[in-house]
T-cell receptor, first 117, second 114 residues
Framework: GAVVSQHPSWVICKSGTSVKIECRSL??????MFWYRQFPKQSLMLMATSNEGSKATYEQGVEKDKFLINHASLTLSTLTVTSAHPEDSSFYIC?????????????FGPGTRLTVL | GENVEQHPSTLSVQEGDSAVIKCTYSDSASNYFPWYKQELGKGPQLIID???NVGEKKDQRIAVTLNKTAKHFSLHITETQPEDSAVYFCAASWGQGGYQKVTFGTGTKLQVIP
């Protein structure tokens, strides 16, 4: 299966600052990556689809100007939370489409815990 | 859009017993149903999946069944072990290549008591 890394694994920032989270596909190229957000004891909610070389596609209710996504290469997508506020505190997880045993699925990164003070 | 319901929200079993988690989905077009295990502070890990042209799939102690007519699918874990303790998510999607949007269930926290 695909190996996906995220950096940083956790970050604490002050309200009003911006935070960048990286998602890397380590063993194959990914033209598409997905970004999810997970609040404590809740399920994963898709935020946006990151497309290499083009604009990201955001889910309804997700502010594209607040959550900036850049998919600059086939192995790297970044999510920047701009002007972060305490309500943005969450677990952010990216995923990469991959091929496993003949069935296609998504492989998830280890996640990034964001805490906004 | 797709809606996935998952039950129960919490499940406690004795080590060695079986655990069953059930999910229903709403979109009859969904054709891919993965199950993920998420340990505390980590990303979800695929444990088993099934496509709509298959009714059952088994991998050692875990199995998944799919009833496409009724639009429900279940995860079965036999001979549970303490390391099976985690949150399990079912999911549903349509399409191919892993590029489809995945809708997750609400999660089941499984506790295996030694």
């Amino acid at each position: 299966g695909a190996v996906v890394s995220q950096h940083p694994s956790w970050v604490i920032c002050k309200s009003g600052t911006s935070v960048k989270i990286e998602c890397r596909s380590l063993d194959f190229q990914a033209t598409t990556m997905f970004w999810y957000r997970q609040f404590p004891k809740q399920s994963l909610m898709l935020m946006a689809t990151s497309n290499e070389g083009s604009k990201a596609t955001y889910e309804q209710g997700v502010e594209k100007d607040k959550f900036l996504i850049n998919h600059a290469s086939l192995t790297l997508s970044t999510l920047t939370v701009t002007s972060a506020h305490p309500e943005d505190s969450s677990f952010y997880i990216c995923s990469v489409p991959g091929l496993a045993g003949g069935t296609d699925t998504q492989y998830f990164g280890p996640g990034t815990r964001l805490t906004v003070l | 859009g797709e809606n996935v319901e998952q039950h129960p929200s919490t499940l406690s079993v004795q080590e060695g017993d079986s655990a069953v988690i059930k999910c229903t989905y709403s979109d009859s077009a969904s054709n891919y149903f993965p199950w993920y295990k998420q340990e505390l502070g980590k990303g979800p890990q695929l444990i088993i999946d099934i496509r709509s042209n298959v009714g059952e799939k088994k991998d050692q102690r875990i199995a998944v069944t799919l009833n496409k007519t009724a639009k429900h699918f279940s995860l079965h874990i036999t001979e549970t072990q303490p390391e099976d303790s985690a949150v399990y998510f079912c999911a549903a999607s349509w399409g191919q290549g892993g590029y489809q949007k995945v809708t997750f269930g609400t999660g089941t926290k499984l506790q295996v008591i030694p």
